[in-house]
């Protein structure tokens, strides 16, 4: 039989006129009638709040103005497709309509993510970038064990060199190289006695990733300060993210490469490529070591504009996915 979904909310007068119209056309055209509150969904509400009555028949839709002979032409077209792919026997239409009259596990778990995934993204970037604070805590109190399983878990993730990351519990927040011009800080070389730190082929360089600090230097965060700055911006512009209501558009593509990416890439890439030793590059390109500053304020660009490029985009597939089961379940209850 015909599935037929009605979206309406209570007290709607023209809801009330399509559903006598679709039950009078019941005779001609056998259906199933399957009503929607769109009340029970913030989703629903924010998508056809300004629309009811909708109503949808296989692929097709009729929004608000709907006339008897609208309902007459789309109940017709959805019947004579529906015996086509019968008539055809379509193994993907067959497939649906399996699919279509049982609820499995895996829609329920589909629609409580859909439902709780901005939850579920901020709890996993304040777990994320919460444990590489966690362990100089961890460190300062002697918690050395889950400390240093905490540093070698984000190892392959990020570099961690201890001239490029953040120190808690110390002298200073942060032990640049000499060659980041910083003059008005103790240098990591200095803090720490490792160095010839300024050769990306030194095999110092390793000490400087394994040294996670002391009493005096203080300890070092899991992750550098532009994995700091990225994540933590990603964090914060999904809870602003939800206190909007989920409202923000996404960013445009062209803003999120000139304003996200340009900087970071910038400001890394001339970093890296500066410090090889290559002759021919030196002419054009100084060695250069860039600074904490610029570290966190190209991750923080780049982290916060992803974010907005992403999430809004997120929500878009997400509410669509909400739609799909709440009318899935609907339609499922009424045939029982």
Same mark, same amino acid.
């Given at each position: ?11 709607? *007068?023209?809801? $009330? ?89 895996? $829609? ?78 103790? #240098? ?10 300024? $050769? ?28 700091? *700055?990225?994540?933590? *911006? ?32 910038? $400001? ?22 860039? #600074? ?45």
């Amino acid at each position: 039989m015909l599935n037929v979904t009605l979206y309406t909310r209570k007290e709607c *007068a023209l809801c $009330d006129e399509v559903k006598a119209e679709l039950n009078e056309l019941q005779s001609q055209y056998p259906h199933r009638l399957v009503e929607v509150d769109i009340e029970s969904e913030t989703v629903l509400i924010a998508k056809f709040g300004l629309e009811i009555p909708v109503v949808e028949v296989g692929p097709y839709t009729l929004k608000s103005p709907i006339t008897r002979q609208k309902l007459q032409m789309t109940l017709g077209a959805a019947v004579d497709r529906k015996n086509q792919l019968e008539k055809l026997g379509d193994p993907e239409y067959k497939m649906k309509l399996e699919k279509g009259k049982k609820v499995t596990t895996g $829609d329920k778990v589909s629609f409580w993510i859909a439902k709780r995934y901005l939850l579920m993204l901020n709890m996993f970037m304040l777990i994320y970038v919460g444990l590489p604070f966690l362990a100089p805590t961890l460190m300062k109190l002697g918690a050395e064990l889950p400390a240093r399983a905490i540093y070698r878990m984000y190892s392959p993730l990020c570099h961690q060199f201890g001239f490029r990351s953040f120190f808690l519990y110390g002298d200073q927040v942060v032990y640049p190289l000499a060659e980041a011009g910083m003059t008005d800080l103790k #240098t990591f070389e200095q803090a720490t006695g490792i160095a010839h730190l300024d $050769d990306p082929y030194s095999p110092t360089r390793f000490d400087a990733r394994k040294f996670t600090g002391d009493e005096v230097v203080g300890f070092k965060v899991a992750l550098c300060e532009r994995d700091v *700055a990225i994540y933590l *911006a990603i964090l914060l512009f999904g809870i602003l993210f939800g206190l909007s209501g989920r409202r923000v558009k996404s960013l445009h593509w062209a803003l999120w490469l000139l304003i996200g990416l340009g900087p970071i890439g910038l $400001d890394g890439f001339s970093q890296l490529f500066s410090q090889f030793n290559w002759q021919w590059l030196s002419s054009i390109l100084p060695y250069r070591e860039s #600074t904490v500053y610029l570290r966190v304020i190209t991750g923080a660009l780049f982290g916060f504009t992803t974010a907005w490029f992403a999430y809004p985009n997120i929500e878009e597939s997400m509410n669509e996915t909400v739609q799909y089961y709440v009318k899935k379940f609907a339609v499922i209850q009424a045939s029982q």
